[in-house]
């Protein structure tokens, strides 16, 4: 039935069938480029971890669709440590990273690079290099790191823009000889521009610091957390009611004393009331007894 | 178009000399390669003119020029950029409202001198045929790049567009970028004549609809001089654009209004009979209307 109506039907319809096969063949082509080209699109907006955004860029999502790939920071960095990203390397396509191990951050006080982007990638309200985020380092490699062997490199430290305040040397004991001192590099994300010159002069093979994006390198407590001293601090005195005596959970015969530690009662020294269980012998320390 | 002449502009060369036979193309050439170079002395030679790309430019220090569709795409993803980006846009869309939207297909466009030679070979070695698609695709084009930038939050032709990956990758290093380069001449090449820039370029989807309202177009002032020989059509990247104004269909002006003309001025070039020359939309040659009497002072729809 419904083939003999076709064959019969005027011309103008069939002309009309093939306008609507036509259209519909284009915008389900069109349609399905639209699709891969926004999964691309998506994909692209990865970062990967050594490509580095120059001061002030937006975090990652939104750089990427205000920064429109004209290149005028590439132009104005004086130090020409920035690239536009070319199609096969894994990110969007025309913005601008660096690569800390090749070529750092200079952090130019006038911050040019900022200056010269006509839209809002680079945030202009930046004005103090030292305020910038780049990214944070990271000592990632504590088998490696001179420091950590017991060596006094402490060339991240030295060469650091923001000496003592994004990087410090903090004094550990190194257990390995029982009577040196580690200098163990610790960075600060307060005062860390991610500007990458630590992991540019790290003189190991492979630096021992590098720089990563932010929200990479970056951990979070969870929101309930509290950091006892700093409440502390914040009260102006202990948070721990102090008329509360401590109750240490002993084994029999032993006493606790702040500062002396662990020690057995010696026999006929009476237990103070509510404080240690009297009197029993070494053996207890042995846990054969419940 | 079976009578698609092989050698088209020969009538011409012959009539008023190569290089008048040529005049509009050579300009067209050093307009395309001029700008290029503006924009390649400064990491060539430290001279700095131009600095940017086609994307954003900063001439002198004193002009800003900014891709307007660029802009758009970013704006869908509510990005706002700084005033110099929005004065440059500006300027763009003025320029070009002012010499005919698509003037930035045939003189500004790196890609168009891929495409061209694309043509020319098609031409030279008469390659006929190939894929059907609709003109109007780079309309769908254009639309579903805005709607993939608003989805995504992306600038989203960024990812692919091969006029800014041929534009930069001259001027900050090309990368892989020369392989979308060689896909898109090899697709006019030997899948479609005027393949991309005629059917899907969404850029130049873009710069037409400021073509609508352009002031620049190619008049006939002596299409009643047309001897038929078919060479406009054959050199024309838009061969649709020429017929109603030539033949005077429905009454049509002796002017192209057709926004997909690209004003390259070739068929100026190649016409041995001098019907087409560059002028005003407001003014509709007076040899012309004669010819088909009262109706062609339609006016344009
Ligand atoms: S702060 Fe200076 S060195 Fe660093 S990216 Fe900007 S212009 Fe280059
Ligand atoms: S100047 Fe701004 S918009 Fe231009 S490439 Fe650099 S970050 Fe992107
Ligand atoms: S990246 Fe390294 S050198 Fe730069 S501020 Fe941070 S710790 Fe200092
Ligand atoms: S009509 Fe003439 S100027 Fe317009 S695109 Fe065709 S050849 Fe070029």
Redesign the pocket.
Known sequence: MTTVTQSKAPVGNTARRQFIADTSRMACGVGLLGLGLGLYARHATALPPAAIRPPGALPEDRFSSACIRCGMCVRDCPYDILHLARPEEPMSTGTPYFIARQAPCEMCEDIPCVKACPTTALDHSLKEINKAKMGLAVVVDHETCLNFLGLRCDICYRVCPVIDKAITLDPQTNVRTGRHTLFIPVVHSEHCTGCGKCEKACPTEVAAIKVFPLYMAKGQLSSHYRLGWVEKEKAGGSLVAPEIEHRYNMPEGMKYEHGKGLSVVPPGEAAAPGAVPPAPTFKALQGNKL | MSSVPLKPGAEAVAGKGWLLAHK?LILRRSSQVGILLLFLVGPWFGLWIVKGNLNYSYTLGVLPLTDPYLLLQSLLTFKLPETLALVGAAIIILFYLLVGG?SYC?WTCPVNLVTDISSALRRRFGLKGGAHLSRSTRFWMLGMTLVVSLLTGTIAWEMFNPVSMLHRGLIFGMGFAWMVIVAVFLFDLFVMRSGWCGHLCPVGAFYSLIGRVSVLR?QLPGRAACNDCMD?FA?????Q??RPALKAINGAPAL?FDA?????????DVCSKDV?AFGPRFTIPVSAQSIVGGTAQAVPK
């Open positions: 509009w698509r045939a190619v406009c050199v024309c990247p838009e061969p654009v020429i192209i997909q003309c690209t004003n390259c001025g070739r068929c100026i087409f």
